[in-house]
């Protein structure tokens, strides 16, 4: 238990964000799953891996399959529709005692 570390990530499921870093650079897309045990992301149509599939059940005609693989959390950014591109985000806790993501370029709010 030694190296039993807490991961956090910045992205939730369903954000809009932009790759910074890999093949993919410059993409934005959105946050199909958030795997915050594994550190990573998966984003819709970035790291594009191909799978041969064999016919089953669930699939009656086998082939090549592109799917999404996850990436790292530390590659992406969340986009702010109001400037236009992958920032930092802050936390704030409102009067209302609720606490939101916000943009640390333009004071956005992410979380209504």
Same mark, same amino acid.
């Given at each position: 238990m030694a190296n039993a570390e807490i991961k956090k990530l910045?992205? /939730?499921k369903g954000d809009t964000?932009?790759?910074?870093?890999?093949k993919d650079k410059g993409k934005k897309s959105k946050v199909l799953i958030a795997l915050p045990k594994d550190g990573k992301v998966l984003v819709e149509g970035v790291n594009m891996s191909v799978k041969h599939k064999k016919p089953g059940k669930n699939m009656q005609q086998g082939g090549i399959i592109h799917q999404e693989s996850a990436i790292?959390?530390? /590659?992406?950014?969340l986009w702010c529709d109001k400037c236009k591109k992958g920032v930092r985000l802050g936390h704030r806790i409102l009067d209302d005692k609720s606490k939101v993501r916000?943009?640390?370029s333009c004071g956005e709010v992410f979380d209504k």
């Open positions: 910045h992205v /939730k964000v932009v790759v910074i870093s890999g790292f959390g530390s /590659k992406v950014m916000y943009c640390k």
